[in-house]
């Protein structure tokens, strides 16, 4: 079988060692360079191109079927030290009732976690991601549903995991207290400041976006970001308030190349939702969610 492996950063150091094992079966192994951002993020193209049977992807829980290639999801699991738990809890005696969150690399600690904090005297709840996520509780760049669907019902939402990247997804859909818990720089601190820093960010971006004429709609090619149908219809809407836009297309988007576009006023992203949050300071020119979009444009009206 010819087989194109595809690894997250983070996963590369290991992939001669996936192939040799591969290779040893009796398989013929290629492995893609290209920079993975998620289960979202398939090299199916490539594989394609090489005539592979199969694309395995590493790191990643199954994010959607693909219908017409032959993909393997192997996910990353990591058993983390719980010890930092028994620390956390000074963070937590405010709270009675919590609510966990995580990645997939933590998934199966997730129980483990509960139980530790019922003993201690807490009421633990576990959401439901939207439909992205595969597991409760796991949340990724674009699904927070875990977090949101309980924020009502605790006093506190705690993530459990490195990084800051899929937290900050979660908790700037939130509006409850926030801990960080990381395992693996053993640091707990609380997020909530992270709320209003990007509220001003946004603030700043929507003034200048509200002077825009000119607009790029963003569209990624990647397997699941694809989605020309929105950007259809964004188009028709700017013009529709006198404004110009046009579509631009690519894979992955380098915004100093993008910002080479001197008649774009302002982006519209229709690919990951992570784009205009994380890459806010990259480009600048605004880069908009469509949801954003349509509140510059009532601004004018």
């Not at 019922?118 to 595969?134: C, D, S, T």
């Not at 990951?272 to 600048?284: A, F, L, V, Y």
């Given at each position: 079988?010819?087989i194109?492996?595809?690894?997250?950063?983070?996963?590369?150091?290991?992939?001669?060692?996936y192939?040799?094992?591969?290779e040893?079966?009796g398989?013929?192994?290629?492995?893609?360079?290209?920079p993975?951002?998620?289960?979202?993020d398939?090299?199916i193209d490539e594989?394609?191109?090489i005539k592979a049977?199969k694309?395995?992807?590493f790191?990643?829980a199954?994010f959607k079927?693909?219908?017409d290639?032959?993909?393997?999801y192997?996910p990353y699991?990591?058993?983390?030290?719980?010890?930092?738990?028994e620390?956390?809890?000074d963070y937590l005696?405010?709270?009675?009732t919590?609510g966990l969150?995580t990645?997939?690399?933590?998934i199966?600690?997730?129980d483990?976690?509960k139980?530790?904090y019922?003993?201690?005297?807490?009421?633990?709840?576990i959401?439901?991601?939207y439909g992205?996520a595969?597991?409760?509780?796991?949340?990724?760049?674009?699904?927070v549903g875990?977090?949101t669907?309980i924020?009502?019902?605790?006093?506190?939402i705690?993530?459990?995991?490195?990084?800051?990247?899929h937290?900050?997804g979660?908790?700037l859909q939130t509006k409850?207290?926030?801990i960080?818990?990381?395992?693996f720089?053993?640091?707990?601190k609380?997020?909530?400041e992270?709320?209003d820093i990007y509220r001003?960010?946004q603030l700043?971006k929507?003034?200048n976006a509200s002077?825009a004429?000119?607009?790029g709609?963003l569209?990624?090619?990647?397997?699941?970001q694809y989605?020309?149908?929105?950007a259809k219809?964004l188009?028709n809407?700017?013009?529709?308030?006198g404004k110009?836009?046009?579509i631009?297309?690519?894979?992955?988007f380098?915004?100093s190349?993008?910002?080479n576009f001197?008649?774009i006023?302002?982006?519209?992203n229709t690919?990951c939702p992570r784009?205009?949050?994380?890459?806010?300071?990259?480009?600048?020119?605004?880069i908009l969610?469509?949801?954003?979009l349509i509140?510059?444009l009532?601004?004018k009206?």
């Amino acid at each position: 079988m010819r087989i194109l492996l595809q690894f997250p950063e983070g996963l590369k150091k290991e992939a001669l060692k996936y192939a040799k094992e591969l290779e040893k079966e009796g398989n013929e192994v290629f492995i893609s360079s290209n920079p993975s951002f998620g289960a979202c993020d398939l090299s199916i193209d490539e594989a394609k191109l090489i005539k592979a049977d199969k694309l395995i992807h590493f790191g990643h829980a199954e994010f959607k079927k693909v219908n017409d290639f032959n993909v393997e999801y192997v996910p990353y699991f990591i058993d983390a030290d719980l010890s930092i738990l028994e620390k956390s809890l000074d963070y937590l005696k405010d709270f009675n009732t919590i609510g966990l969150i995580t990645t997939i690399q933590h998934i199966k600690q997730l129980d483990s976690i509960k139980e530790f904090y019922e003993k201690h005297g807490k009421k633990v709840m576990i959401g439901k991601p939207y439909g992205l996520a595969k597991y409760n509780g796991q949340i990724l760049g674009c699904d927070v549903g875990s977090a949101t669907s309980i924020d009502k019902e605790v006093d506190a939402i705690i993530y459990f995991g490195g990084g800051i990247f899929h937290p900050l997804g979660a908790l700037l859909q939130t509006k409850k207290p926030f801990i960080s818990i990381d395992p693996f720089s053993k640091d707990i601190k609380r997020l909530d400041e992270y709320r209003d820093i990007y509220r001003k960010k946004q603030l700043a971006k929507l003034a200048n976006a509200s002077l825009a004429n000119n607009f790029g709609i963003l569209v990624s090619t990647k397997t699941f970001q694809y989605n020309m149908n929105l950007a259809k219809i964004l188009k028709n809407l700017i013009e529709k308030h006198g404004k110009n836009a046009i579509i631009i297309i690519g894979n992955t988007f380098d915004f100093s190349s993008l910002d080479n576009f001197l008649e774009i006023d302002a982006f519209v992203n229709t690919a990951c939702p992570r784009i205009g949050i994380d890459d806010i300071e990259r480009s600048r020119k605004p880069i908009l969610n469509p949801n954003e979009l349509i509140e510059i444009l009532k601004m004018k009206n």
